[in-house]
């Protein structure tokens, strides 16, 4: 049983220089078989292991990690959260995450240090106008609140925006979701992985697959570089790289992993307490609570696992901070970085069953997994342990590529890649 | 980021160029004639490889023509630059 963390803990473990706080999780070594397997240790990843534990009672089960633990997406992020989606499978989807992350430091008694500081998305164009007005009534419909801003009011919520009508894009207005904001990433891997740690679900890091076993189309086990796995039902959420492991069993998906990067200047004192997003400019920014400003920027337009992205999307996106922002033009950046992000055809995730008995994929996120992550475990472990999509991720499956069903959130997304 | 060789302008930085995807996906010769799960491999289903991918580029902020590449997408190295119509080289 682990050691609550509260205030008289710290205060405790404060008598005794912090030496002395029980370990947040173990380092097993694989067993010889498990019920399931979820494939990567990301957020997503682990929240699965953490609801298939929890709400299914299943916990002889393992999440199997190449890297370490939030090493990849999840610590590479914006950390934006958000609900604003245009259609209503993404609505259902996104507010069911934002929902859970309401309650999540609570329910996981870790401070993922959620943060709802608003979300606003700026319209430059007329187009853009017509868009988020549309967008921000498709909201209302589905109870996600959401107001359109006219421009004096995006300069009353975000004074430093420069609303000059005079630049290149002006602002001609914006919307506000009021609910979403953003979280500490790492808290959010830490601590979904410790509370399923606590239920008895195995962590193991530094353990690559490198090959799904099958007997005809059911699912055997996991070649991996611990020794193979018997299971009888994989779950990948392997975010980039989850064509490669789809190769293993065979199978094609409709993916392009390609890099996104983020950067975040140096430290300063706190000059913008939102998150200003803006889709026809491709720039976005919000501030931590160390100080930085963490900007998003663009997706390469080509296929790459490094990990690293081009030096012109990053000067494309300072130079729209800039215009936007004119009060940051003598600040430096600290850090610059890249994920691979899987995007599908249509921008929506794919949360499924595949043709191959025992074998389920969580992938396609694209650039806008975080703010996802607690929604995509919960539903990602119904999907597991009911060998059934729940109702919420039932129009995110892999079948709609063949029907043409999709659920196209390219344009209507809030902010276009 | 890296550079391209365009077969017709010579070495130029990638942002000069536009990425076309997957090369040598071939078009359908009887569109009428495919099913459902045909046309979702033509039109969606893509080998995404970590390592030697055959892709499509165009020189858009140049000459604006197509070539084929054969570049290792794990460390964006290019192996092979190639003309449209080209069988991908053995590699």
């Not at chain 1, 509260?6 to 405790?12: D, N």
């Not at chain 1, 069911?96 to 240090?113: D, F, P, R, T």
């Not at chain 1, 996991?222 to 490669?244: Q, R």
């Not at chain 2, 930085?13 to 996906?25: L, N």
């Amino acid at each position: 049983m682990k050691n609550k963390y509260s205030i008289f803990s710290l205060i405790k473990n404060a008598f005794s220089n912090h030496e002395n706080w029980q370990r947040a999780w173990r380092d097993p070594e694989p067993k010889k078989e498990y019920d399931a397997v979820i494939v990567g240790g990301g957020g997503h990843g682990l929240a699965t292991a953490y609801y298939l534990a929890k709400k299914h009672n299943l916990t002889n089960i393992a999440v199997v990690e190449k890297g370490w633990i939030g090493g990849g997406n999840t610590g590479r992020n914006t950390t934006i959260i958000r609900s604003n989606y245009l259609w209503d499978a993404s609505a259902g989807l996104y507010d069911h995450a934002l929902k859970i992350w309401e309650g999540l430091s609570q329910e996981l008694n870790y401070n993922v240090m959620f943060s709802q500081r608003g979300v606003m998305n700026l319209a430059h164009n007329l187009q853009d106008v017509r868009d988020l007005k549309r967008r921000t009534h498709a909201n209302r419909l589905n109870g996600i609140d959401a107001v359109w801003l006219e421009t004096d009011e995006v300069k009353k919520f975000c004074p430093i925006i420069n609303t000059s009508q005079d630049i290149r894009y002006p602002v001609l207005g914006g919307t506000l979701q009021k609910r979403a904001g953003t979280a500490r990433h790492d808290a959010v891997a830490w601590g979904y992985a410790r509370g399923a740690d606590e239920m008895g679900v195995d962590i193991i890091q530094n353990c690559e697959v490198k090959g799904i076993k099958r007997s005809g189309d059911t699912v055997e086990g996991l070649e991996t570089t611990k020794g193979f796995i018997k299971t009888k039902k994989i779950g990948v959420v392997a975010a980039g790289h989850s064509s490669v492991i789809a190769n293993m069993a065979g199978l094609k998906l409709p993916l392009e992993s390609k890099p996104l990067q983020a950067l975040v200047s140096e430290p300063v004192k706190p000059i913008i307490d939102t998150v200003v997003m803006s889709n026809a400019v491709h720039a976005y920014v919000s501030q931590s609570d160390k100080g930085e400003l963490v900007i998003g920027a663009g997706t390469d337009s080509y296929v790459s696992y490094t990990q690293k992205g081009s030096f012109n999307i990053v000067e494309e996106t300072l130079k729209a901070i800039l215009e936007l922002y004119p009060i940051f033009s003598r600040m430096k950046m600290l850090r610059q970085w890249g994920g691979i992000v899987d995007i599908c055809p249509d921008a929506s995730p794919i949360i499924s069953k595949t043709s191959i008995k025992g074998l389920y994929f969580n992938c396609g996120w694209g650039t806008g997994g975080f703010k996802a992550t607690p929604g995509s475990g919960d539903l990602f472990a119904h999907t597991i342990a009911n060998d059934e999509p729940h109702k919420l991720n039932a129009a995110f499956n892999i079948n709609r590529f063949v029907s043409g069903d999709l659920v196209d959130e390219h344009g209507a997304a809030a902010v276009a890649h | 980021m890296f550079l391209i060789n365009c077969p017709y302008c010579g070495e130029r930085d990638q942002s000069e160029f536009v990425s076309g995807g997957e090369a040598h996906i071939a078009r359908p010769k009887q569109p009428t004639e495919l099913n459902d799960d045909q046309w979702a491999e033509y039109l969606f289903m893509r080998k995404n490889i970590k390592g030697i991918q055959f892709e499509r580029w165009n020189h858009a902020h140049g000459c604006r023509k197509w070539f084929n590449v054969a570049r290792d997408t794990s460390n964006d190295k290019i192996e092979k630059i190639y003309k449209m119509g080209e069988q991908p080289p053995k590699l």
